[in-house]
């Protein structure tokens, strides 16, 4: 059974930075893409960043690039997250998000994926 565990979340002041882990069991981050979504208060899922299964392109979202950074240690099956120059907007719960499937079409959309972790708040404070 695939399952997936963030850590890492918590509360930073504007320009600091925070990582977020995604721990997996149940597949190998070889197989699989993976990606973090996030979602703020009363708004729908947000894409963040993917990394393709093996570890290869990335791909992140217009309001992230340059700030956030997206790696994989396909030894230990994590993934995560470096945020940095965080702003007040960043605030959201963060998701990880895996599937075995790569469509370089559908990789920022939240359906392409089976599967999620259960999410970690970030909160940046200005």
């Known amino acids: 059974q695939v399952q997936l565990r963030e850590s890492g979340g918590g509360l930073v002041q504007a320009g600091g930075s925070l990582r977020l882990s995604c721990a997996a069991s149940?597949?190998?981050?070889?197989?699989?893409?993976r990606a973090w979504f996030r979602q703020a208060p009363g708004k729908g899922r947000e894409f963040v960043a993917a990394?393709?299964?093996?570890?290869?392109?990335?791909f992140y979202a217009d309001s992230v690039k340059g700030r956030f950074t997206i790696s994989g240690n396909n030894a230990v099956n994590t993934i995560a997250l470096q945020m940095d120059r965080l702003e007040p907007e960043d605030t959201a719960i963060y998701y990880c998000?895996?599937?075995?499937?790569?469509?370089?079409?559908?990789?920022?959309?939240?359906?392409?994926?089976?599967?999620w972790g259960q999410g970690t708040q970030v909160t940046v404070s200005s």
């Open positions: 998000a895996a599937d075995p499937g790569f469509i370089p079409s559908t990789v920022r959309t939240p359906d392409a994926y089976d599967y």
């Open positions: 990394i393709r299964r093996g570890g290869g392109d990335t």
């Open positions: 149940g597949h190998s981050s070889a197989t699989y893409t």
